[in-house]
């Protein structure tokens, strides 16, 4: 079974930048969509963006203007610019890769963002 790395989370102050890979360990073309999911101590999971393996994307409103999802399909990685980050976007940032037929999904360990004022 395929499975999801992600690399690149850090400590930031408020309005820096860092990005986000997503290594799958093989073919992302198994995958009909692709997302950066996270999670905030004591909130539930929610999605931060995804990308269908046709390109489209589409973004949580908090993070419209200042994130961007992108897939390298040569490189079996998926990507999540955060630009002009603020302390909110503290949390464990997962890669998530779902196929509708035969239904599949996985995740990645997830890794840390934490952004401080």
């Known amino acids: 079974q395929v499975q999801l790395v992600e690399s690149g989370g850090g400590e930031v102050q408020a309005g820096g930048s860092l990005r986000l890979s997503c290594l799958a360990s093989?073919?992302?073309?198994?995958?009909?969509?692709m997302a950066w999911y996270r999670q905030a101590p004591g909130k539930q999971r929610e999605l931060v963006a995804r990308?269908?393996?046709?390109?489209?994307?589409n973004y949580a409103d908090s993070v419209k203007g200042r994130f961007t999802i992108s897939r390298e399909n040569a490189e079996n990685t998926v990507y999540l610019q955060m630009n002009s980050l603020k302390p909110e976007d503290t949390a464990v940032y997962y890669c998530n890769g779902v196929r509708g037929f035969p239904r599949l999904e996985v995740w990645g360990q997830g890794t840390q963002v934490t952004v401080s004022s």
């Open positions: 990308i269908t393996s046709g390109g489209f994307t």
């Open positions: 093989g073919s992302i073309f198994i995958f009909n969509t």
